[in-house]
T-cell receptor
Framework: GENVEQHPSTLSVQEGDSAVIKCTYS??????FPWYKQELGKRPQLIID?????GEKKDQRIAVTLNKTAKHFSLHITETQPEDSAVYFC????????????FGKGTLLTVNP | NAGVTQTPKFQVLKTGQSMTLQCAQD?????MSWYRQDPGMGLRLIHY???????DQGEVPNGYNVSRSTTEDFPLRLLSAAPSQTSVYFC???????????????FGPGTRLTVT
């Protein structure tokens, strides 16, 4: 099946700095890569996603890049704010079915004021 | 528009008991799925469905059954609860098409299950 590795597991930055979270995947047939944010005690919510026909996508302070050759994708958050503090999960479809989503183990981002 | 709802919010079971976690959505989404979330393990897919009458196994299906008799409902059944099934369970739904593939999944609030 699909294997998604996510690094780092924890990340602490100062307010205003940038944060980068990286993920690798194993299934070369994967074509959908979403990122979810989960605040403490809440449900996961999609923040951005990218498909394999696009190399980069931006939405205000958030961007995702995809390198299909290397099978890795990254989340970039610029000008971080305390409300960005949460657990972030990457995911990829694949593993024998385009309709299965495999998640990374998550990154706890802490933004210090 | 309630979105994705799950009941119960909390549940304690004894080993060997069975129960059904309920999930419903009112967005007319074809795709529905169940995940479990354990500390340090991320979200792991248990079962999913691409439409009424169609279900398939995810990454960790053992010990769980599902059915999809309507578009709105996707219950998860624990046949004989074990302590290893102690977890937070999330149901999710999504628009879906064979041409478009997966899209944003909308998660329910979760059910916290403890098996003693």
């Amino acid at each position: 099946g699909e294997n998604v590795e996510q690094h780092p597991s924890t990340l602490s930055v100062q307010e205003g700095d940038s944060a980068v979270i990286k993920c690798t995947y194993s299934d070369s047939a994967s074509n959908y890569f979403p990122w979810y944010k989960q605040e403490l005690g809440k449900r996961p919510q999609l923040i951005i996603d990218i498909r394999s026909n696009v190399g980069e996508k931006k939405d205000q302070r958030i961007a995702v890049t995809l390198n299909k050759t290397a099978k890795h994708f990254s989340l970039h958050i610029t000008e971080t704010q305390p409300e960005d503090s949460a657990v972030y999960f990457c995911a990829a479809n694949g593993g024998g079915s385009n309709y299965k989503l495999t998640f990374g183990k998550g990154t706890l981002l802490t933004v210090n004021p | 528009n309630a979105g994705v709802t799950q009941t119960p919010k909390f549940q304690v079971l004894k080993t060997g008991q069975s129960m059904t976690l309920q999930c419903a959505q009112d967005m007319n989404h074809e795709y529905m799925s169940w995940y479990r979330q354990d500390p340090g393990m991320g979200l792991r897919l248990i079962h999913y469905s691409v439409g009424a009458g169609i279900t398939d196994q995810g990454e960790v299906p053992n010990g769980y059954n599902v059915s999809r008799s309507t578009t709105e409902d996707f219950p998860l059944r624990l046949l004989s609860a074990a302590p290893s099934q102690t977890s937070v369970y999330f149901c999710a739904s999504s628009y879906f098409s064979l041409a478009g593939g997966l899209r944003e999944q909308y998660f329910g609030p979760g059910t916290r299950l403890t098996v003693t």
